[in-house]
């Protein structure tokens, strides 16, 4: 199998909760994504599949990338590669319930690929499941310890929770030394 999985899922922090940008990186070439989006789906190869997904989810074309997401898996049903893009079109539409199903599906299939645990975390730290968002982003950790994404999604789940419990301290009883911590964390999330 191509090792081609995108990884989406970048953890900000926004009013004092956990929230996903789960803006994918998309390679396609602007020349490219405007030939392949301009091609009826039934002319498409089976190795256009993947460029055209994410063609036409760059430009904000989310079921059309279904389409091409479905019409692929109808010829080729173990692909790993069209599962996971279909996931990643259903978190870019807003189709949370949908993409928690698909990407729980897709673990289940699938065990060894951490992106289904990277982005299944980024949608629940998005509810503040923040203990069960890091059970799997330690799971994607222990399939591919060099996973920067996932690396970086934990340290920004770490910093929600510091700045929470900073926030809550602060609460209590007005300190300089615990605003000055809170006001590191929210610089360091406000990057």
């Known amino acids: 199998m191509t ?20 803006a994918p990186t998309w390679a396609a070439d602007s020349r490219f994504s405007q030939s392949i989006t301009d091609l009826p789906l039934s002319s498409l ?3 256009q599949y993947s460029d ?3 063609a036409y989810a760059a430009k904000g074309q989310y079921q ?13 049903p173990k692909s790993a590669q069209l599962k996971f893009q279909r996931c990643v079109v259903l978190e870019k539409m807003g189709d949370t319930a949908q993409a928690k199903a698909e ?21 629940l730290s998005r509810e503040g499941e923040l203990d069960a968002a890091e059970t799997y982003l330690k799971r994607a950790l222990a399939f591919r310890p060099k996973f920067r994404q996932a690396h970086v999604n934990l340290g920004n789940l770490y910093l929600a929770r510091a700045k929470a419990a900073y926030e809550a ?23």
Do not use: C, H, M, W
């Open 169 to 191: 301290a602060q609460s209590l009883k007005s300190d300089k030394t615990v605003k000055a911590r809170l006001d590191g964390v929210n610089a360091l999330l406000a990057r």
């Open 64 to 76: 059309k990338a279904l389409d091409v997401a479905d019409l692929g898996l109808r010829k080729n």
């Open 103 to 123: 990407l729980e599906r897709f673990i289940r299939l699938y065990p060894e690929i951490p992106e289904g645990y990277n982005n299944l975390a980024a949608l």
């Open 52 to 54: 055209a997904i994410d």
């Open 3 to 22: 090792r081609r999985l995108i990884a989406s899922g970048l953890f900000v922090f926004a009013a004092s909760a956990l929230v996903l940008s789960s």
């Open 45 to 47: 190869r089976q190795d």
